[in-house]
């Protein structure tokens, strides 16, 4: 963030009443003023029937970009329903770099929803966390091209299979949840 030069074109960061995000950032653009209001869709699975919603979030809770002269629409946009306030620092409205701004809609996808660091390569271990499969482990090997599944190897002592699930029922195994789960015989050999 830099220093607020009021005469300039700027971004800012708008903070907004609690769950106001949508209706500020209508009213904001009713007046022309260009907004930039990111949100997530967080896959669930609902814990009584175990079917998978959809449920969309604001990237940033409360809080929403704008981008106008300060000089000339402040009044306008620090009143506008839904504006709770400007991010400022020593009473001055701390403006956002526009690499910032670039950077958050590089993120944004073509369905509208930014996009969550997928850290699932191939031949990464996973579990299932939910549904029939729970429990269970296999190998990462690729995301379904357009949808939420991912198809994975399941290894057991007789067989091999593929399964493709909801990418929302898997987790990566990481080497610290991996030793949780499965204590150490040598830790245990060398308790006697």
Known sequence: ????????????????????????????????????????????????????????????????????????LFHKVRYTRGVHSLVSFNNKPAPVDDEIIELVRAQIGKDGFVKTLDDLKAGDEVRINNGRFNGIRGAFERGVPDSDRVRILLNTVNFQAHIVVDRALVTKVTKVSHEKQLPSQHKFATAF
Request: zero cysteines; aromatic letters at 12%; proline letters at 6%.
């Open 1 to 72: 963030m830099s220093l607020a030069n009021g005469d300039t074109l700027s971004w800012y960061v708008v903070h907004t009443h609690p769950k106001g995000e949508d209706r500020a950032n209508t009213n904001l653009r009713s007046l022309g003023i260009e907004t930039l209001d990111p949100h997530l869709r967080v896959d669930k699975i609902n814990e009584f029937n175990g079917k998978l919603t959809h449920i969309v979030r604001p990237l940033f809770p409360g809080y929403i970009f704008s981008r106008f002269i300060y000089n000339e």
